[in-house]
């Protein structure tokens, strides 16, 4: 019966039997049906021969790649007729200008215009690699040259401001494409996000350098410490992160996030000094040196002390409520000493007395320190136990 079945049946099967993917049924059908047909068997010699498979692999190839150059062919035909009808208005616009103003002065303006739109119609057909990458460059070229074109046209001089304007646009929207798809130096291939980080923020300086010249102002590094202090603080621990650090820093990347802002921060009090007042330096310097000692305590608490997490986080709030409901008074005493009246303070506080509003915010902020308190002992001292018990258990 199975030498009986037809050899077209078991041709069919024979790819499935070599590579081991047919049913059992199948399988048995097929070596019965071998046992008694030579040419099937004989086709089945072939098939495993590899230099059958190898043929069979390079004739593939050699379609596909003929259907490539097919593709490539015609693209670059139609990019070819796409750029011979832009030809069209540019040629009939030089001859009209010329024959009208005797001079070249809107005509770049459509020449400029239209290798816009080439830049986004013809160089992706005619690109053989990298098609979005060359397009964008192309279009950010082409529309540069458009703003000089206007500029001149207009007799402006608002060029550079403009052009860095758009030039920092499409980088921030079209950039990490780029950055992803176009081969960077080796030692950028596996930090794509930092090289766009770095490319943006230089045209973001740029752009603010272009906008203080051009208006005539002094306000570049006001400005610009401000933002990269910003940025520091979004996308530090990303940076921090990507680049290679010395050895005796790289086992505390967070300590050199909080060290990049912290001196940033302090960059901006340097840069905006020449606007303070008269107690600019001893105000601005002390407050912000205060209020940072909050966030280097918890981080240090969470990052360096060996202790229960939850111990941890008693000593945190603690000490959360302990800055707020301090802070005020610690203000008032180096800052506004003579200044009648401030803020809300605990020790002024009387949980008896709701009278009125300065009585109402010396009580809110004798709660928050009374509820910390409270909190943040539970929490350290459940902390401290179950510690104690995970060292047992060990």
Request: proline share 4%; charged share 15%; with cysteine.
């Amino acid at each position: 019966m199975t030498q009986n079945s037809p050899c077209g049946i078991i041709q069919d099967l024979l790819p499935l039997y070599k590579d081991n993917v047919c049913g059992e049924e199948s399988r048995r059908l097929v070596e019965e049906h071998l046992r008694g047909c030579p040419d099937c068997a004989r086709m089945l010699k072939q098939l495993n021969d590899s230099r059958v498979e190898q043929s069979l692999n390079t004739e593939a190839a050699a379609v596909l790649e003929n259907h490539r150059r097919s593709e490539r062919r015609t693209a670059v035909t139609a990019g070819l007729i796409t750029a011979g009808a832009l030809m069209v208005p540019v040629i009939v616009c030089l001859i009209c200008n010329l024959a009208v103003g005797h001079a070249l002065d809107w005509f770049f303006l459509v020449l400029t215009s239209l290798l816009a739109v080439a830049s986004v119609t013809v160089v992706p057909m005619l690109a053989n690699e990298y098609k979005f990458s060359k397009a964008v460059g192309c279009f950010a070229g082409s529309v540069v040259l458009l703003l000089l074109a206007c500029c001149l046209y207009t007799g402006g001089d608002w060029f550079f401001t403009a052009a860095v304007s758009v030039i920092f646009g499409l980088s921030v929207v079209f950039g990490p494409v780029v950055v992803n798809q176009i081969p960077l130096p080796k030692v950028l291939q596996n930090r794509k996000i930092l090289t766009a980080l770095l490319w943006d923020t230089l045209w973001l300086l740029l752009l603010l350098l272009a906008c203080c010249l051009y208006t005539g102002g002094d306000w570049f590094f006001t400005a610009a410490v401000p933002v990269m202090f910003g940025l520091s603080v979004v996308f530090g621990p990303v940076v921090i992160h990507q680049i290679p650090l010395p050895k005796p820093f790289s086992a505390h990347k967070g300590a050199v996030v909080m060290l990049w802002d912290t001196l940033w921060l302090f960059g901006i009090l340097i840069s905006s000094a020449k606007y303070g007042g008269e107690y600019y330096w001893h105000n601005a310097l002390f407050s912000a040196t205060w209020c940072l000692l909050l966030p280097w305590f918890i981080f240090v608490t969470a990052r360096y002390f060996r202790l229960h997490p939850m111990a941890k986080a008693g000593i945190i709030v603690l000490a959360t409520g302990v800055f707020t409901a301090t802070l005020n008074d610690v203000l008032f005493l180096f800052l506004l000493p003579k200044v009648g009246s401030y803020g809300g303070s605990f020790l002024r506080g009387n949980l008896a007395d709701w009278a009125n509003s300065q009585v109402i915010s010396n009580n809110v902020f004798l709660l928050i320190l009374l509820v910390s308190a409270i909190t943040g002992v539970g929490l350290l001292a459940a902390g401290i136990a179950l510690g104690r018990k995970r060292k047992k258990v060990r």
